[in-house]
């Protein structure tokens, strides 16, 4: 970003089991299984509503926020001095707090330490193949990219 802040606690991919909710949170509940999303869906701007964008006017990505949406303070701290979020997700911690349009509720059933990935890698290739290039059936098509993204 333009105004890099530091420290802060990186990571994007990851699986995890929500611990509790904030208030008016009704869609999440403790002990549902979910994947973090770094480009959340608020669900009500034009974005949202749109099949040909996902980039929420709320939670876009945005490497200049390092606190919580509703009140810009950050959720984490060391000897009483904040520790900045990175892109509303901070996954390279053992406990995070995101707000619930940057979560995907998954399958309890679907082992963590593997779908983990699907929380970027997966989603950002596919994603991009089916929605943005959307290939006819029976076209050919050539993926470009590193890691994940271009598996």
Not at 117 to 137: E, F, R
């Amino acid at each position: 970003g333009q105004t890099p802040l530091f420290p802060r606690i990186f990571g994007h991919e990851a699986g995890g089991i929500v611990e509790s909710v904030g208030e008016g949170v009704t869609d999440l509940q403790p002990g549902d299984h979910v994947l973090p999303i770094f480009t959340g869906e608020c669900g009500d701007c034009p974005h949202c509503h749109s099949e040909e964008s996902n980039m929420c006017d709320l939670l876009r990505i945005n490497t200049e926020r390092g606190g919580m949406i509703h009140d810009g303070e950050s959720r984490f701290s060391i000897n009483g001095k904040p520790i900045h979020h990175f892109l509303g997700t901070s996954t390279f911690s053992e406990y995070t707090v995101v707000h619930s349009g940057q979560v995907a509720k998954i399958n309890p059933d679907a082992p963590l330490d593997k779908v983990c990935i699907v929380s970027c890698g997966l989603s950002t290739g596919l994603g991009a193949t089916l929605n943005v290039a959307k290939p006819k059936k029976g076209q050919s098509v050539a993926i470009f990219g590193l890691g994940a993204v271009g598996l």
